[in-house]
């Protein structure tokens, strides 16, 4: 079973950056698109970015502009870059691919 594990988060002031990480298990990484999810509470679990085996990427109208997503095959590692940090970014991230989703790391905006 393949296992995905996320890392980066914490808390941040408004305007901050944060790099979240998510490392996957499993040969076939290269092959998969992989997403990151976030989930405030009391909120339903949305989609923030993906990024194709071809690197075509996709985002929420919400993080357009302030959030880079990006994959390193060798590594078995999805990345987001989250800059211009906002308060209602504030959510428990989770990576998704593979048919697997990770534990979730939380992201704190706040001053």
């Known amino acids: 079973q393949v296992q995905l594990v996320e890392s980066g988060g914490g808390l941040v002031q408004p305007g901050g950056s944060l790099r979240l990480s998510c490392q996957a298990s499993?040969?076939?990484?290269?092959?998969?698109?992989m997403n990151w999810y976030r989930q405030a509470p009391g909120k339903q679990r949305e989609l923030v970015a993906a990024i194709t085996s071809g690197l075509s990427t996709n985002y929420a109208d919400s993080v357009k502009g302030r959030f880079t997503i990006s994959r390193d095959n060798a590594k078995n590692t999805v990345y987001l870059q989250m800059n211009s940090l906002k308060p209602e970014d504030s959510a428990v991230y989770y990576c998704?691919?593979?048919?697997?989703w990770g534990q979730g790391t939380q992201v704190t905006v706040s001053s």
């Open positions: 499993g040969r076939l990484f290269r092959l998969f698109t």
């Open positions: 998704k691919g593979m048919d697997s």
